[in-house]
């Protein structure tokens, strides 16, 4: 699967330019408010005619300016979730789900009604009406029937902005499941960092109607630069870990990565299942010698390999832990201090319990086999 | 009681021929309306002001002035009105028929009104969220805009149907006053008024005429109640 855009649109002072291509699981697009992320979705489901460009779905053109390809959004074929749901307040629940299979030709229907009622937790909620459920649930529905079109590509805009931080928790582990048991590509739409870091395998990151940089989500979560100034301390390491095993004494799970032995609070998955956790960089501490007297448990042998200039006093250090690479965001006076420079042999220290469920979730299977 | 209800047969006819009247106006201009309501909440095209005035134009008119353009154009020989005649055996000039057009011309405006109304108020991102689902814009028209303006559509067929009741002005204009073809209610009631020892007739028929507009209202307060909760908007 790939999606390929190259397009260039101008709505009144706003103008987007963007060209990407992403064969990502679940392609990310990320940047903060007004970057253009929503037109470019927008573009993506045919809600938007483009000024200029060109769209294809493996293969499929569906906008081709040049050629006057323009296929309209209900032959696209993509299924979308709203930023606010935009369920259909005269129908039930179980009639908004089966509306999109209406449309499908029966050859290509391939979402069971029963499987993804199971798979997004709805079965209690079939008979109600839109207005009487919670916003959680709302967009729990919105992503069924969505799926239930059975599309070859499902768009998600901002699906948990509208969310408080507890609703947010009820649906993640949702679309988790949903990246992870369907074989069904996902174009995201975000500007939370910790969304992102948990869900995606791949990240376009746009600013000002611009991509301003594309690749596989560990390697752009450690471009601090690309974060928003006010999230930067929320960027970071992104790895890809197991479960070792869990030490119930006290509380905790090990996960096992590249850069060596995790802990992090117990975990509610069994051992061998893949984990992703985002490392803040400013969570990491740097020692120059192993320290002893320290009540942080993940202490992690690296060399420096990076040290770029943070704004205000923080300086971004980037350290090679046996491959996988940790940020630290740490004050340039430390740095000063320590004597840190280019290719000195240090320890990442992470505390156990700077982990929480923003930035552990599950990780993607397909990558961790890989 | 008897006294009421111990109409003449002429009288009898005026009722019917009244709701028949008014019931055909009401039906026959459901359509258009929709589609001209429609094309006025979402449109946008050159003469849209101008269109929306000629819809209008039967509501800020003197009645007897459109019952007289009626007369001028659907009349036996009025452009529209011969056309019809010869190609579709239509006739409308002193007809039931030409009665139920001019009431349906005279509440005209008071439906397109009410349909336009609720097709501005409904959300258009609901209904690109049912074309992303695969719905062509027909289909999405007739699965969500519709059930979604159906109290607005009550609303326009009742006022429609009430105004056709009382109309008078251009219907006496268009296709005069005779028994049994266009005597409706309000002509029966004046013709009662203009003859000697009327009033107890004129009376009988505006108690009924009471009735029957109450008793639409009330229809259409119960319909679009129960319209409105299954719809049940947040």
Redesign the interface.
């Known amino acids: 699967m790939s999606v390929v855009v190259d397009i260039s649109h101008r709505l009144g002072d706003f103008g987007i330019d963007a060209r990407f291509e992403s064969a990502g699981h679940l392609t990310a697009l990320f940047g903060p408010s007004g970057s253009g992320k929503t037109t470019l979705i927008n573009l993506i ?3 938007i005619r483009p000024d200029k460009g060109r769209i294809a779905i493996d293969g499929r053109v569906l906008v081709d300016t040049a050629s006057g390809i323009f296929v ?9 979730v ?1 930023q ?1 749901a ?1 369920l ?3 129908m039930s629940v179980a009639s908004n789900l089966r ?2 299979r ?3 030709p029966t050859a290509e229907r391939y979402a069971d009604f029963n499987a993804v009622v199971d798979l997004l937790g709805i079965g209690p909620l079939l008979e109600r ?4 459920l919670s916003g959680g649930e709302k967009q729990r529905v919105a992503i069924g ?2 799926l239930l ?1 059975s599309p070859k590509l499902l768009l998600m805009d901002e699906p948990l902005a509208s969310l408080d931080d507890a609703r947010k928790a009820e649906i993640l582990p949702y679309i988790e499941r949903l990246r992870d048991e369907t074989k069904l590509p996902i174009v995201y739409v975000s500007h939370s960092i910790a969304e992102v870091a948990r869900l995606a395998s791949d990240v376009v990151v746009l600013a000002q109607g611009k991509v301003a940089a594309a690749g596989p989500t560990a390697a752009i979560m450690q471009r601090l630069d690309l974060l928003p100034a006010e999230e930067r301390g929320e960027g970071g390491a992104v790895l890809d870990t197991a479960v070792l095993r869990h030490d119930k004494t006290f509380g905790m799970s090990v996960l096992g990565s590249a850069a060596g032995e995790i802990r992090v609070p117990l975990l509610a998955m069994t051992v061998g299942a893949p984990v992703r956790i985002r490392i803040r960089a400013r969570d990491v501490m740097i020692a120059t010698e192993q320290p002893t007297g320290l009540s942080a448990l993940n202490i992690l042998p690296g060399t420096i390999v990076a040290i770029a200039p943070g704004e205000g006093p923080a300086v971004e250090v980037g350290i090679d832990c046996n491959g996988a690479t940790i940020l630290a965001r740490i004050t340039e006076q430390s740095r000063q201090a320590l004597k840190l420079r280019l290719g000195r042999k240090v320890f990442a220290v992470i505390k156990t319990v700077s982990f929480d469920r923003a930035n552990t979730g599950a990780g993607l299977p397909s990558e961790a086999d890989g | 009681m008897n006294w009421l209800l111990d109409l003449t047969a002429d009288e009898w006819n005026a009722v019917r021929l009244s709701i028949k009247v008014a019931t055909v106006a009401m039906l026959f201009s459901l359509p258009p309306g929709i589609l001209i309501a429609l094309v006025l909440a979402r449109g946008k095209f050159w003469g849209k002001t101008l269109l929306n005035g000629l819809v209008h134009l039967p509501l800020i008119l003197p009645p007897v002035v459109t019952g007289y353009l009626l007369l001028l154009t659907f009349g036996r020989r009025g452009p529209a009105g011969a056309f019809l005649a010869e190609h579709f055996g239509i006739v409308f000039s002193f007809r039931w028929t030409g009665a139920a057009l001019a009431c349906g011309i005279m509440g005209f405006p008071l439906m397109v009104r009410a349909i336009r109304l609720s097709i501005e108020a409904v959300d258009r991102r609901i209904e690109a969220a049912a074309g992303t689902l695969g719905a062509n814009p027909l289909l999405v028209f007739a699965t969500i805009t519709l059930p979604l303006i159906l109290p607005g559509l009550i609303a326009g067929a009742i006022l429609s149907f009430a105004k056709a009741m009382g109309e008078f002005g251009a219907t006496i204009t268009f296709v005069s006053n005779i028994p049994n073809e266009t005597q409706t209610l309000p002509s029966a009631i004046y013709t009662f008024t203009q003859v000697p020892g009327g009033d107890e007739g004129a009376l009988r028929l505006t108690l009924i005429s009471i009735v029957i507009s109450m008793a639409a209202l009330v229809a259409s307060e119960v319909l679009a109640r129960r319209v409105g909760r299954r719809i049940d908007i947040e």
């Not at chain 1, 309209?72 to 979308?80: A, E, L």
């Not at chain 1, 009406?129 to 009487?132: N, Q, V």
């Open positions: 489901a045919g809600l309209p959004k209900h032959r696209r074929r993509i299924g979308m709203f606010d935009r259909f307040p005269h509306y999109g209406w449309f499908t009406r839109p207005a009487k029937r969505a079109a």
